[in-house]
C-alpha cells in the first residue's frame, strides 16, 4: 500500500459479480388468481470490475456471458499502463 501511495506502483482490487435477470413466483393471498406474463428462462449479466487502491477509480468491463480469461485480459487492457 505505501508503495502505490508514493506512485511506485498501481494496485487495484479486482472482483466479477454475475447477476441472472429471472422472474420469480411469488404468493399473495386475494380473492382471485392473477398471472403476470415474464419473460422465460435465464439472462446472465456479468461484471468484471477493479477498483483502484488509492483514487477509488472503478473500472469496469460488462457482459451478457460468463466472466473467463478473454474478460480478465480485457479489464486489464483498460487499466492504466503500469506494465
Same mark, same amino acid.
Given at each position: 500500500?505505501?508503495? %502505490?501511495?508514493?506512485?511506485?506502483?498501481?494496485?487495484?482490487?479486482?472482483? %466479477?459479480?454475475?447477476?441472472?435477470?429471472?422472474? @420469480?413466483?411469488?404468493?399473495?393471498?386475494?380473492?382471485?388468481?392473477?398471472?403476470?406474463?415474464?419473460?422465460?428462462?435465464?439472462?446472465?449479466?456479468?461484471?468484471?470490475?477493479?477498483?483502484?487502491?488509492?483514487?477509488?477509480?472503478?473500472?469496469?468491463?460488462?457482459?451478457?456471458?460468463?466472466?473467463?480469461? %478473454?474478460?480478465?485480459? %480485457?479489464?486489464?487492457?483498460?487499466?492504466?499502463?503500469? @506494465?
Amino acid at each position: 500500500m505505501e508503495q %502505490a501511495r508514493l506512485g511506485m506502483i498501481y494496485l487495484f482490487f479486482m472482483d %466479477a459479480a454475475h447477476f441472472v435477470l429471472s422472474p @420469480f413466483l411469488g404468493y399473495l393471498y386475494s380473492l382471485s388468481v392473477r398471472f403476470i406474463k415474464s419473460s422465460s428462462g435465464r439472462q446472465p449479466f456479468s461484471v468484471l470490475g477493479a477498483l483502484n487502491a488509492i483514487t477509488k477509480e472503478i473500472v469496469t468491463i460488462t457482459d451478457h456471458a460468463y466472466i473467463n480469461s %478473454a474478460s480478465v485480459c %480485457a479489464l486489464l487492457e483498460k487499466l492504466p499502463n503500469s @506494465f
